[in-house]
């Protein structure tokens, strides 16, 4: 498989669906696990890695998934690749410019990774649109289960999934959701629910993970603590506490958004589509952000049912126009989103590009979809 | 306590600032504090506070002076003040050979937390004993083709392969 047959569009995950969705992008489980009778992976020597590695894929590549997976090496991976697979966040950071021999397993409708000699032996991870985060579990775990079968984790009774670093000790589990909090940001609540957050012992980190900022009003949402609680305790206390209650103060951000700063609201849409329609250079980071705009516009009119001028004329571009793919929808803003990254556009470009280049080509796909195609 | 800058709201947000000598102390509420682009300290990583949990847990050589044994794991040779160096450890034994330091570390980070309470897997790894001695015969191996002492690195790798089995 090549990666430009993934390259032109979102991933299932992305494209706008599942609870809650307009809040929650998407929902996240990872597990963390170590085989037993090696070092742990940062006193492996290459030799050693190399050992792992070849298990590790040969058990993964032989499970009966009942998806077509594809195996990537890493280590061996052009950089604009693993860049590529960063920015659909198949593989972490981490990985990415990782040393050493290093893999990855990932399903063709990159719902699942498996990542190899990350910080463990194995990181296993299943993605899914919208609040999710039961079903994802249910499926992480028939395959950690699958893969147990094949092989022996290293594990004891006091400690249990035992880890390189002990803060990923006992379960081995990072909950995490993406959250879209646009409105929170608007009405200067953000400080205050991410102080919240933190005081609830969550992570809260950007788009990207650890060390990025908040780009485009994302968050990612995460535990901490994953010993002492159960899988299914933890999920839970995500699933019906914590995400809901954020969820309905974004929500309730919203509405104070409609009833008392409207103006305020249909003129960042405005400006957004203004500068889409006609900027002839846009980085990464500006895109990000004038998109958000507008997936908070069409999210409170497909949610709540909200009519501003704003939001009104995000309904009339396209309008008329022959093409009908250019109606605009949450898809259309996600897979642009996607689409613009940098090395998405150069995937896809076919070669690398410098940087100005890249904002230039950003500028044009995004003029084609909400101006005058040129 | 007012805002001092609204003067409307409750403060809830105190700062206090010293430079050279001059204490300055400040009273806001939650908007204005917002508003002065105020934002609390944030929140440290759970590395971070390993690494100062680290660099306060007692050193190899007072551990030293208290046991009588340099804190070495046999399997893995992972050393405490290796594990000081990046916060990771070695080899699943480490937990063993470094329970002392260890458990205290661990019981901070996890908010008080002791034992495991989720999956087992199905596998029951009474083997823990099996895994460990495979390591050390690991170990040993690399030690002795090291030292070029290829009679006893066969012995081991025949060790080695019947564990396997």
Known sequence: ?374 | MFCQACKKNEATIHLTEISDGNRLEMHLCQDCAVEQGITAKSQMSLNELLSSLLAAAPSDEEIRGQSGADMVCPNCGETLDQFRKDALLGCPNDYQVFEKVLAPLIQKAHEGATAHKGKVPARAPADTVKQNRMLALKHELAEAVKAEDYETAAALRDKINQLER
């Open chain 1, 1 to 374: 498989m090549k990666l430009t047959d993934i390259s032109n569009d979102v991933n299932e995950w992305f494209g706008g669906t599942g609870p809650a969705a307009d809040v929650v992008i998407s929902s996240r489980i990872r597990l963390a696990r170590n085989l037993a009778g090696y070092k742990f992976l940062p006193r492996c020597s290459d030799h050693e890695k190399a050992e792992i590695l070849e298990k590790l894929k040969s058990v993964l590549m032989s499970l009966d998934l009942g998806e077509k997976v594809f195996y990537l090496s890493v280590d061996q991976a052009p950089l604009l690749d693993r860049n590529f697979l960063v920015e659909r966040h198949l593989i972490s950071r981490n990985h990415a410019y990782g040393k050493g021999p290093r893999g990855a397993v990932i399903a063709q409708r990159e719902f699942f990774t498996a990542m190899i000699n990350e910080e463990d032996h194995l990181r296993l991870q299943v993605l899914r649109g919208g609040l999710q985060l039961a079903a994802c579990f249910e499926q992480v775990n028939r395959i950690d289960d699958m893969i147990e079968q094949h092989i022996e984790y290293a594990f004891s009774p006091m400690y249990g999934y035992l880890t390189a670093c002990p803060t990923n000790l006992g379960t081995g589990i990072r909950v995490s959701v993406m959250l879209h909090l646009p409105a929170l940001k608007m009405t200067s609540q953000i400080e205050k629910f991410l102080n919240a957050a933190r005081d609830l012992g969550l992570a809260v980190r950007g788009l990207f993970g650890e060390g990025t900022e908040a780009t485009g009003d994302f968050y990612q949402l995460s535990n901490q603590v994953t010993l002492g609680i159960s899988e299914r305790e933890m999920v839970e206390q995500f699933e019906k506490n914590i995400i809901p209650e954020i969820v309905e103060y974004e929500h309730e951000a919203r509405r104070k958004l409609l009833r008392t700063d409207s103006n305020m609201l249909d003129d960042k849409i405005s400006r957004a589509m203004a500068l889409l329609k006609s900027a002839h250079l846009i980085s990464s980071q500006e895109a990000l952000l004038l998109l958000s705009h507008l997936r908070l516009g069409i999210n409170m009119r497909e949610h709540m049912g909200a009519s501003t001028p704003g939001i009104d004329s995000i309904y009339s571009l396209g309008a008329g126009r022959p093409d009908e793919s250019a109606t605009v929808s949450i898809r259309t803003i996600n897979r642009l989103f996607m689409l613009t990254l940098p090395a998405h556009l150069q995937i896809n470009y076919g070669k690398a590009l410098e940087p100005s280049d890249r904002d230039a080509l950003r500028a044009k796909i995004l003029r084609s979809t909400f101006g005058h195609p040129s």
